[in-house]
């Protein structure tokens, strides 16, 4: 065994080890395109065009940067909630976002904002578990009962949403919040390219599962 590995070339090594890039590129961008294709038409960007649903998912994000600047992300996905609410689109909002340190809540810093915007507090659920999107639109289904729902993000991150409530079976439709300035979100969108690879990979080769689910929760909408 020791000799075979010792008699591969170094072009051997080359030729598989491009292969294989070869591959994973392939397979990135052929997720991407089969989830930006496939959810195309559940994407709105007018709030007067999209239909209506009693419960929307806001998917989470920090409130403030690392440096302490405003998290652009944040702030337009609060409009986008807030314009929703307010024309009557939606009825309640679930919080889904990261609450795995004490010190670090996306629900609650979203609900605060919310109120600020005029949405009621007993219109707003915090989900402190979504931890990733596939945890935010599992729970929305199976721990909230919610099977025809709203999300809310920025295009690109709901393509991979909606992607998810399809395999799920949910009658999904989002709202696109503003999208963030190239210059400010360039990693992000570097991210969701792989974020949507690997959401292929969850749902048809792992099977992946939301970190927690628990027990059910009743929605008044």
Known sequence: ??????????????????????????????????????????????VNLIPKNDVAILLGASKTLRNGHENLFFKYRIQAAAALYK????????????????????ATDMRDALIEQGVPDSCITLDYAGFRTLDSMVRGLKVFGQKDVTVISQAFHNQRAVFIGNYYDM???????????????????????????????????????????????????
């Not at 397979?27 to 930006?36: H, Q």
Request: glycine share 2%; net charge positive; hydrophobic share 45%.
């Open 1 to 46: 065994m020791i000799n075979k590995i010792k008699n591969i070339s170094f072009k051997q090594i080359l030729k598989w080890s491009s292969l294989l890039l070869f591959l994973i590129s392939i397979s990135v961008f052929l997720s991407n395109y089969w989830i930006i294709k496939s959810t195309k038409k559940q994407l709105y960007t007018d």
């Open 87 to 106: 024309t009557g689109k939606i009825k309640h909002i679930i919080v889904s976002g990261d609450n795995h340190k004490k010190e670090y809540d996306e």
């Open 171 to 221: 009658n999904v439709v989002a709202f696109n919040a503003k999208d963030v300035p190239d210059s400010f979100s360039l990693k992000v969108r570097i991210r969701e390219y792989f974020a949507k690879f690997k959401a292929v990979l969850d749902l048809y080769v792992l099977h992946k599962q939301p970190h927690f689910l628990g027990a059910e929760v009743k929605i008044k909408s």
